[in-house]
């Protein structure tokens, strides 16, 4: 496959994903009385579920772009505190924001002067391909749990 080809690939799997929902349809019409609750046995609620999502692909993001990434640290940064409440305007931002990382994520993808596998110059071997699929395959998961959760409350 060539790399047009396999960067047409990448970004129809994060506009049309064939083996599981879309960001959109996960975090569609939630309402915001369930937003800070925890269904049963779980130890996150909706709100720290979705900014887990976001944050991590905004992580992931900046390392491919920032010549001065700073690591993380896990799992402090990574997750809203128990105490942080969200409201449906720091939802909807949530949202906003995960679609615009992603668009620049896609950009980069789409740019042909973008060598797919050539090593990200201040990781230790990483590849944009391999951070895209991270992404993929990060996002696809939590998204997986965050629809379960919907069902558990009967909001799905």
Do not use: C
Not at 9 to 33: D, G, M, S
Not at 79 to 84: I, K, L, R, S
Not at 116 to 132: K, V, Y
Request: net charge negative; proline share 7%.
């Amino acid at each position: 496959m060539d790399n047009e080809n396999l960067r047409k690939e990448l970004i129809q799997y994060f506009e049309r994903p064939h083996t599981h929902a879309l960001f959109a349809n996960a975090v569609k019409n939630f309402p915001e009385k369930l937003m800070n609750e925890k269904p049963p046995n779980l130890p996150y609620n909706f709100w720290q579920m979705l900014e887990h999502i976001r944050i991590s692909q905004w992580d992931m993001i900046d390392f491919i772009r920032n010549p001065d990434y700073k690591e993380m640290k896990w799992p402090a940064d990574y997750w809203p505190g128990d105490n942080e409440k969200a409201t449906a305007k720091m939802w909807n931002d949530a949202v906003k924001k995960f679609d615009k990382d992603l668009a620049d994520l896609k950009k980069i993808i789409e740019d042909p002067k973008t060598d797919l596998f050539a090593p990200i110059p201040h990781g230790n071997g990483q590849t944009i391909f391999r951070e895209a699929l991270q992404i993929i395959d990060h996002a696809s998961y939590h998204m997986g749990q965050l629809i379960v959760m919907r069902r558990m409350v009967g909001e799905w």
